[in-house]
């Protein structure tokens, strides 16, 4: 997928074993508000059925997207995924590149059978709000999660079919 501006050329590609560092310190400084993130990115890159998107522009790593997949154990097994990390160098948004990095993010787990995109973002961060709402998410009313450092989180999601 390519940025459709006149934005220098930016592509969206699947992680690989030597972009872990990257990502593990682009969430270090991104989330350092909420708790460890370098150790939980580290953690959740070595789960099962966790995927990794880099966004690169110039040839120049300018973000990364984790997804988990889960499968229900009910009749119809429908397959869900959840959005666990997006993040962009700050000298670069609000181009259009985080649109690029979500829709390809869901584009990845349309292709695994996934019925919709769930994800969490803290109430405080309004900017990730504007962002998921202007992509179609909703706000899902009711569950209290928390992060680590015991900031409350929202849960929006989005169907994908
Ligand atoms: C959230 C994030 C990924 C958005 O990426 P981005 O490339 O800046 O977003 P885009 O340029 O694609 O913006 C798409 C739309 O989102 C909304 N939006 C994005 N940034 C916004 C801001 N600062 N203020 C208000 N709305 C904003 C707007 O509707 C925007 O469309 P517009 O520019 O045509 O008005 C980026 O801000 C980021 O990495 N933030 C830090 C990490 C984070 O908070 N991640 C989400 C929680 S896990």
Redesign the pocket.
């Known amino acids: 997928m390519v940025v459709p501006s006149s934005a220098p050329a930016a592509i969206c590609r699947p992680g690989r074993d030597d972009d872990r560092q990257y990502m593990i310190e682009l969430a270090g400084k ?2 350092v508000d909420f708790g460890d993130y370098r150790a939980i990115i580290d953690q959740w890159l070595d789960a099962p059925r966790v995927g990794s998107l880099l966004l690169v522009q110039d040839g120049v790593r300018q ?1 990364f997207a984790l997804v988990a997949l889960s499968r229900g154990i009910g009749f119809w097994r429908s397959v869900s995924a959840e ?8 000298d ?11 829709s390809a993010a869901e584009d990845g787990a349309r292709r695994c059978e996934a019925q919709e995109m769930r ?4 109430n405080e ?4 709000q ?6 179609g998410y909703r706000l899902r009313e009711g569950r209290a999660t928390y992060y680590p450092n015991g900031q409350s989180a929202l849960e929006f999601r989005r169907a994908l079919r």
Request: no cysteine; glycine share 8%.
């Open positions: 991104t989330f973000g959005l666990v990390a997006i993040a962009l160098e700050p670069v948004h609000r181009r259009g590149l985080g649109t690029l990095l979500l994800l969490h973002t803290a961060n309004r900017i990730a504007a962002f998921f709402t202007s992509a």
